[in-house]
């Protein structure tokens, strides 16, 4: 399959130099926002509309739609805020790009300013990105410096800022309005929504909130048209994604392809197969927070927002991640349970709460302490959080709770002293697993 | 807790940088994380009355600012070595290794992970995912990266810092060739797998 690149072709192309200014304009960059900038604005939003491209952070809620949520006439400011609080475990792409492209995600971040009229703009970046925002830095002081940013940019009547924003250290923060409380200089505690940021996010102000990736393909589709965008992909997924691929595979890393390619044919090609010796126990297609595949539902799963909802996972981030046949599904799930518990806010119950029991009934399991008793306590927790919290953090460790012993059933029996029966935990297991993402 | 022990102030230049930070922001208290970070570098950790001064300087309480520093992992309310390690310990750096890496260092230091050595050269931590999951297990030092760790490599990583001081500006981060198949296996998880059919063994380990 031959992958197009929307997203990497520079950096491959320019390897070592793809971050600078030279090198972004030698291949084309900073033409899209000037020809945005002649655009009606509504047209840009239009054109992002049709072009079908959907938010690459995780929730997958159409990029154009939710620029067009944001009112029209405002007399408060409105701003734009870029999310690169990439903290999604088995994500890292974001930081890929904002290593070998900064520039990609500062022309996309102003063509979505020009689009809903915005003229202070942020980009959040986690705090451990030291060296991502340093790259990323040095090119915004490139583009201020080439009079692209500031007052009247490219010599319109424009003005626009952007300023770089340093976190310090929550997942929690990447939640869209946990990041908004984070900005504002507060703890990242998500806010209960409506009121949604297109109507009163930062600062109490209409704010639209993208996730790097997707501001990065922005400028492709100005420059293109949204009729070449939506030649690439599939009907209801348009375009190409970046997967970070992570695991006992040969050739770990970011691989951009079209969306809706054969799970199995990626894991080879693009992933280089599995490590000698290494049997496929499943993968983890869109970070930890989205179920696990069995290896029979990897088989001929289409990667894209649909195909892997008919597979009962989700395309989330695309932090994609092989498991081996060399651990067990319980040192899984105790691993994820553990980063679920230490990262809840602590402002819903069920999840402050939840993921802290999920974490110990699971470890006890892992202990060889366990029983059935508890493996049905921790589906019955899981139904108790999920849906049931201000955001989805306490679904993100329900779903993968309930997957793992649906899926690994007999790991978990194998640690236990007393003998599980596989068959009443199924009757339970169907009982909780309405939880999982299913096709619409 | 008593925020007023001891005077805090800042260097004249770091004190400029916050003028700086502030007035980007068309609220004060949006500049929390930013200034915070100016005081950590140049503290080495935010002490109370540094808490009390931010609160005056962006016009906010003592509690919110000692709210948002122990909400946040990277902000650190009491002392930590010079160099903090800290190792990734989620799903795709275990999967391939992070336990060894950070049982390796708990040896070599002779600390537990929460703790610093005697000197205070050195503070183990275990933290969240570092969105290095293609090049695990990774450790970050201080602000750098160090990818693609095995045991040898931690232990040339330990005697390079022994002989120099941190510096805030040293970030490039270190990715390291890839270890090899049987580097991977030395370090993988030793579990207990039936659906494998094969029977490693299982380390129990009594949880507190």
Redesign the interface.
């Given at each position: 399959m031959a992958a197009p690149r929307i997203l990497m072709q520079r950096a491959l192309d320019r390897p070592g130099e793809s971050h600078t200014l030279p090198a972004y304009e030698a291949a084309g960059g900073y033409r899209a926002v000037r020809k945005a900038l002649g655009m009606d604005p509504v047209k840009i939003t239009d054109e992002v509309k049709a072009s079908g491209l959907r938010g690459r952070g995780g929730a997958g809620f159409p990029t154009g739609t939710k620029w067009s949520f944001t009112p029209r006439e405002s007399e408060k400011?409105k701003y734009l805020v870029c999310n690169s609080d990439?903290?999604?475990?088995?994500?890292?792409k974001?930081?890929w790009l904002l290593e070998n492209d900064p520039h990609v995600v500062i022309e996309g971040m102003m063509i979505a300013a020009i689009a809903i009229d915005c003229h202070?703009a942020f980009n959040y970046f986690?705090?451990?990105?030291?060296?991502p925002e340093?790259r990323w830095r040095a090119a915004l002081d490139e583009a201020y410096g080439a009079g692209y940013l500031g007052k009247g940019i490219f010599g319109s009547d424009y003005d626009l800022e952007i300023?770089t924003?340093?976190?310090?250290?929550?997942?929690i923060a990447g939640e869209e309005t946990g990041l908004l409380e984070?900005?504002?200089?507060?703890?990242?505690m998500p806010r209960n929504k409506p009121p949604f940021p297109a109507v009163e996010g930062l600062?109490r102000s209409p704010t639209v909130i993208n996730n790097t990736e997707t501001l990065a393909v922005v400028p492709w589709i100005i420059e293109n048209g949204a009729a070449a965008y939506v030649q690439y992909g599939t009907e209801k997924s348009r375009g190409t994604k970046l997967w970070?691929?992570?695991?006992?595979i040969n050739r770990?890393?970011?691989y951009e392809v079209e969306l809706g390619v054969e799970m199995m044919g990626f894991l080879e090609e693009q992933c280089g197969g599995l490590?000698?010796?290494v049997?496929l126990?499943g993968v983890?297609p869109g970070g930890?927070s989205v179920p696990v595949m069995t290896p029979d539902e990897c088989r001929g799963a289409r990667m894209d927002y649909e195909g892997l909802r008919e597979r009962g996972s989700l395309v989330g981030s695309g932090?994609f991640?092989v498991?081996?046949?060399?651990?067990?599904a319980?040192?899984?799930l105790l691993?994820?349970a553990?980063?679920y518990a230490?990262?809840s806010?602590g402002q819903c119950t069920p999840c402050r709460e939840g993921c802290g029991w999920i974490e110990?009934l699971v470890?006890?399991v892992r202990?060889?302490r366990g029983s059935q008793a508890d493996l049905e306590r921790i589906l019955r927790l899981s139904d108790a959080m999920a849906g049931k919290t201000i955001c989805a953090l306490a679904d993100a460790l329900a779903w993968p709770s309930v997957a793992f012993i649906k899926k690994?059933p007999?790991?978990f029996?194998?640690?236990c002293p007393d003998p599980v029966d596989l068959e009443s935990l199924a009757a339970v297991v169907g009982e909780h697993d309405h939880i999982l993402p299913k096709a619409s | 807790m008593d925020y007023r022990v001891e005077p805090f102030a800042l260097s004249a230049e770091s004190a400029r940088r916050v003028d700086d930070i502030v007035a980007r922001y068309p609220q004060k208290l949006a500049a929390m994380l930013p200034v915070l970070w100016v005081v950590q570098e140049e503290a080495g950790w935010i002490p109370p009355a540094a808490m009390a001064w931010v609160a005056e300087r962006l016009e906010s309480s003592a509690a919110t600012v000692q709210a948002v520093v122990t909400f946040y992992t990277m902000l650190d309310d009491r002392p930590v070595g010079k160099y903090k390690l800290q190792v990734c310990r989620t799903l795709s750096c275990e999967l391939m290794g992070a336990r060894r890496i950070i049982d390796h260092l708990r040896d070599r230091l002779g600390i537990e992970p929460g703790e610093t050595t005697d000197d205070g050269r050195f503070t183990l931590q275990e933290v969240e995912c570092l969105a290095s999951c293609g090049t695990g297990p990774m450790l970050q030092c201080n602000l750098k990266f160090y990818e693609n760790l095995t045991p040898d490599r931690v232990d040339a990583l330990l005697e390079e810092l022994r002989r120099r001081e941190p510096a805030w500006s040293d970030i490039a981060p270190v990715i390291y060739e890839r270890p090899d198949r049987e580097a991977y296996e030395a370090m993988w998880p030793e579990t207990r797998i039936q659906a494998a059919g094969r029977e490693a063994p299982h380390r129990i380990e009594e949880r507190g």
């Open positions: 400011p990439e903290s999604e475990p088995g994500t890292f974001d930081r202070l986690r705090g451990e990105f030291a060296y340093a300023v924003h340093s976190g310090a250290g929550a997942y984070s900005l504002e200089g507060k703890k990242a600062f970070s691929c992570s695991g006992p770990p890393g970011v490590m000698e010796g049997g126990k983890i930890s932090g991640i498991i081996g046949d060399n651990v067990s319980v040192d899984c691993n994820l553990h980063f230490h990262e806010c110990q470890g006890r202990d060889g690994y007999q790991d029996a194998a640690l | -």
